[in-house]
C-alpha cells in the first residue's frame, strides 16, 4: 500500500537538519552530562581534539572543520521535539531533560586556524567550559573535524601530486551521504582543489563549479560525433568527453567537429582516461596540433589517485588538468584518523581523573619554530609557557560566541591553508620518498607535569 501523503508528513525527515543536530549525539554523553550534573561536577574542563598518531600515508594532516562546527555548536538548541523524543526514553528524567532545553553552550576554545598542518599529540582544537557542556559537544566536533580533516590531508596530496595543475573534485557520488558531500568539496577547495562537481556546494561555499558530460549522452547517440555536435550546440566553451568508445577515434571525430565548425568551433578541452603512462594523452596531443587545435586541453580522469597523477606529471603527460572523485573523497589510504576529544585538565567539585596518564595534561599551545619562512620543529607548551616561536593555537570563541578569527572568507582559508603548506619542508610536501619525520617536542615543563601526574596516579 502507498502511504498517504498525511502519513509522509508525519515521518521525521530523513534528513539532519539545524533543529535535529542535538540529537546527533552517541546516547553515553547524555548520561554522561546526567551524572556530571547529579554529582555535582560541573568545574571548568578542558578537552583537546587531535590526533593521537599519523597513519603511514601522512606526513601531516591539514586541520579543518573546527570553525563549521563552531558555529553549529554556537546554535545548539534542544527544541520541543528532541525533547519530546529524549522523554520517550523513560530514564534521562525532568530535571536533565529542562537543563537541557536551557542549554546554551557558554564556553571557550582555542585552535588552529582551518588549513594548518598538523602533527601527531597537537591539538587542533581545545574547548574549555563546564564539565557538562563540553562533554555533551564531544560527538558533534569528532565527527565534523574528522571527516574534513581527513578528506583536506588526501587532497593536499593530490594538489601536490599535480604541481599547479587544477585538480576538480568529483567526488560527490562515492561521498559517504550528503553531509559528507557538501563538507568534502569545501575541505578540497581549502586544500587547493580549483573547482567541485558539486551544484549544492558551490552555493553554499562559493565554490567554482565545473563539469563536462557523461558517457551516457554519446551513448544515446547515434554515433559519437552526432553527440558531440549536439553537445557543443548546446553547451558553449566545453569539454568533450572522448574515451566512451576508442579514446583516439574520439578525439578525430573531435577533428572533424572543428573541420565542420570552422571559426564557431569553441571547445575547449577533451576529458578522457589517460592510463598509467600518460601514452595516450601524448599521441591525443600529436593529433589534436597536428589538426591546429593547440588551444585544446587536455583534462584527465578516471580512477586517478595522487601517485598516479604524480607518474603522470613526471612522465610528461600533456595533461592539463585532473578530475578526482572516490580516492579523495574516500582515501582508501587513510579512511579513518585517530581523532580523540581527551579531558586534559579539570578544576571544579567532584572526582575526576584524566583518562591517561601518557596525555600531556593541562591547556596547551604549539609554537611553530621556522627559518627564513620554513618550518623546522614544533614545540608543545603549556598554555601559560612563553617560547620562542609562532603560536599556532588562537581563539576561536569566547563565552559561547564564536569570534571574528573563526568567520574568515573562504578565500582567505584558502589561501592562508596554501601559504601554511608551502611553508613545510619539502620533504614533508613530497609524495613519497624519504621519510624523515617533523620534529615535534614537549617542553620541559609539560612534560615534566605529565610526570608528575602519572607518580600521582600509579
Same mark, same amino acid.
Given at each position: 500500500?502507498?502511504?498517504?501523503?498525511?502519513?509522509?508528513?508525519? &515521518?521525521?525527515?530523513?534528513?539532519?537538519?539545524?533543529?535535529?543536530?542535538?540529537?546527533?549525539?552517541?546516547?553515553?554523553?547524555?548520561?554522561?552530562?546526567?551524572?556530571?550534573?547529579?554529582?555535582?561536577?560541573?568545574?571548568?574542563?578542558?578537552?583537546?581534539?587531535?590526533?593521537?598518531?599519523?597513519?603511514?600515508?601522512?606526513?601531516?594532516?591539514?586541520?579543518?572543520?573546527?570553525?563549521?562546527?563552531?558555529?553549529?555548536?554556537?546554535?545548539?538548541?534542544?527544541?520541543?521535539?528532541?525533547?519530546?523524543?529524549?522523554?520517550?526514553?523513560?530514564?534521562?528524567?525532568?530535571?536533565?531533560?529542562?537543563?537541557?532545553?536551557?542549554?546554551?553552550?557558554?564556553?571557550?576554545?582555542?585552535?588552529?586556524?582551518?588549513?594548518?598542518?598538523?602533527?601527531?599529540?597537537?591539538?587542533?582544537?581545545?574547548?574549555?567550559?563546564?564539565?557538562?557542556?563540553?562533554?555533551?559537544?564531544?560527538?558533534?566536533?569528532?565527527?565534523?573535524?574528522?571527516?574534513?580533516?581527513?578528506?583536506?590531508?588526501?587532497?593536499?596530496?593530490?594538489?601536490?601530486?599535480? &604541481?599547479?595543475?587544477?585538480?576538480?573534485?568529483?567526488?560527490? &557520488?562515492?561521498?559517504?551521504?550528503?553531509?559528507?558531500?557538501?563538507?568534502?568539496?569545501?575541505?578540497?577547495?581549502?586544500?587547493?582543489?580549483?573547482?567541485?562537481?558539486?551544484?549544492?556546494?558551490?552555493?553554499?561555499?562559493?565554490?567554482?563549479?565545473?563539469?563536462?558530460?557523461?558517457?551516457?549522452?554519446?551513448?544515446?547517440?547515434?554515433?559519437?560525433?552526432?553527440?558531440?555536435?549536439?553537445?557543443?550546440?548546446?553547451?558553449?566553451?566545453?569539454?568533450?568527453?572522448?574515451?566512451?568508445?576508442?579514446?583516439?577515434?574520439?578525439?578525430?571525430?573531435?577533428?572533424?567537429?572543428?573541420?565542420?565548425?570552422?571559426?564557431?568551433?569553441?571547445?575547449?578541452?577533451?576529458?578522457?582516461?589517460?592510463?598509467?603512462?600518460?601514452?595516450?594523452?601524448?599521441?591525443?596531443?600529436?593529433?589534436?596540433?597536428?589538426?591546429?587545435?593547440?588551444?585544446?586541453?587536455?583534462?584527465?580522469?578516471?580512477?586517478?589517485?595522487?601517485?598516479?597523477?604524480?607518474?603522470?606529471?613526471?612522465?610528461?603527460?600533456?595533461?592539463?588538468?585532473?578530475?578526482?572523485?572516490?580516492?579523495?573523497?574516500?582515501?582508501?589510504?587513510?579512511?579513518?584518523?585517530?581523532?580523540?576529544?581527551?579531558?586534559?585538565?579539570?578544576?571544579?567539585?567532584?572526582?575526576?581523573?584524566?583518562?591517561?596518564?601518557?596525555?600531556?595534561?593541562?591547556?596547551?599551545?604549539?609554537?611553530?619554530?621556522?627559518?627564513?619562512?620554513?618550518?623546522?620543529?614544533?614545540?608543545?607548551?603549556?598554555?601559560?609557557?612563553?617560547?620562542?616561536?609562532?603560536?599556532?593555537?588562537?581563539?576561536?570563541?569566547?563565552?559561547?560566541?564564536?569570534?571574528?578569527?573563526?568567520?574568515?572568507?573562504?578565500?582567505?582559508?584558502?589561501?592562508?591553508?596554501?601559504?601554511?603548506?608551502?611553508?613545510?619542508?619539502?620533504?614533508?610536501?613530497?609524495?613519497?620518498?624519504?621519510?624523515?619525520?617533523?620534529?615535534?617536542?614537549?617542553?620541559?615543563?609539560?612534560?615534566?607535569?605529565?610526570?608528575?601526574?602519572?607518580?600521582?596516579?600509579?
Amino acid at each position: 500500500m502507498t502511504p498517504s501523503a498525511d502519513t509522509l508528513m508525519q &515521518r521525521p525527515s530523513p534528513w539532519v537538519c539545524e533543529d535535529d543536530l542535538a540529537l546527533l549525539t552517541d546516547l553515553y554523553q547524555l548520561g554522561l552530562v546526567r551524572g556530571h550534573l547529579e554529582a555535582g561536577r560541573s568545574g571548568r574542563a578542558t578537552f583537546a581534539v587531535e590526533a593521537r598518531r599519523l597513519p603511514p600515508s601522512r606526513r601531516f594532516l591539514l586541520a579543518c572543520g573546527q570553525e563549521l562546527v563552531l558555529e553549529a555548536v554556537e546554535r545548539l538548541r534542544f527544541g520541543a521535539a528532541a525533547l519530546e523524543h529524549l522523554r520517550g526514553f523513560g530514564v534521562l528524567g525532568e530535571d536533565f531533560l529542562s537543563w537541557l532545553a536551557d542549554f546554551r553552550f557558554s564556553g571557550d576554545a582555542l585552535g588552529v586556524p582551518e588549513g594548518t598542518p598538523v602533527f601527531a599529540r597537537e591539538p587542533i582544537l581545545e574547548v574549555t567550559g563546564a564539565l557538562p557542556e563540553v562533554q555533551l559537544i564531544e560527538t558533534l566536533l569528532v565527527n565534523q573535524i574528522h571527516l574534513q580533516t581527513a578528506i583536506a590531508s588526501k587532497a593536499i596530496r593530490v594538489v601536490n601530486a599535480a &604541481r599547479g595543475q587544477p585538480v576538480v573534485d568529483f567526488g560527490l &557520488r562515492r561521498s559517504h551521504g550528503v553531509d559528507a558531500g557538501v563538507k568534502s568539496a569545501r575541505a578540497c577547495y581549502i586544500a587547493g582543489v580549483a573547482a567541485t562537481s558539486n551544484v549544492l556546494a558551490g552555493r553554499m561555499w562559493g565554490i567554482p563549479v565545473s563539469g563536462t558530460m557523461a558517457h551516457s549522452y554519446v551513448e544515446a547517440h547515434a554515433d559519437e560525433l552526432d553527440a558531440f555536435r549536439a553537445f557543443a550546440a548546446r553547451f558553449g566553451d566545453t569539454t568533450l568527453l572522448v574515451d566512451t568508445h576508442d579514446s583516439l577515434e574520439g578525439v578525430r571525430d573531435l577533428i572533424t567537429l572543428a573541420e565542420e565548425q570552422g571559426d564557431a568551433f569553441d571547445v575547449r578541452a577533451i576529458r578522457l582516461a589517460p592510463g598509467r603512462d600518460g601514452r595516450l594523452a601524448t599521441e591525443a596531443r600529436a593529433l589534436l596540433d597536428k589538426a591546429g587545435l593547440e588551444h585544446v586541453d587536455i583534462f584527465a580522469s578516471g580512477g586517478l589517485d595522487e601517485h598516479a597523477i604524480e607518474r603522470l606529471v613526471e612522465d610528461g603527460a600533456p595533461i592539463g588538468g585532473f578530475g578526482v572523485g572516490t580516492e579523495m573523497a574516500v582515501p582508501g589510504d587513510a579512511p579513518a584518523l585517530d581523532i580523540s576529544y581527551t579531558m586534559v585538565a579539570y578544576d571544579g567539585p567532584g572526582d575526576v581523573a584524566v583518562e591517561d596518564e601518557s596525555v600531556l595534561p593541562g591547556p596547551r599551545q604549539v609554537f611553530r619554530i621556522e627559518v627564513d619562512g620554513v618550518a623546522m620543529r614544533d614545540v608543545i607548551a603549556g598554555a601559560e609557557e612563553a617560547r620562542p616561536g609562532r603560536p599556532l593555537l588562537v581563539p576561536l570563541m569566547r563565552n559561547g560566541r564564536v569570534l571574528e578569527a573563526a568567520r574568515r572568507p573562504l578565500s582567505d582559508v584558502r589561501a592562508g591553508a596554501r601559504a601554511a603548506v608551502r611553508s613545510l619542508p619539502e620533504r614533508l610536501r613530497a609524495i613519497d620518498g624519504e621519510d624523515a619525520p617533523y620534529p615535534v617536542e614537549v617542553s620541559d615543563p609539560l612534560e615534566e607535569a605529565r610526570r608528575r601526574r602519572e607518580t600521582a596516579n600509579p
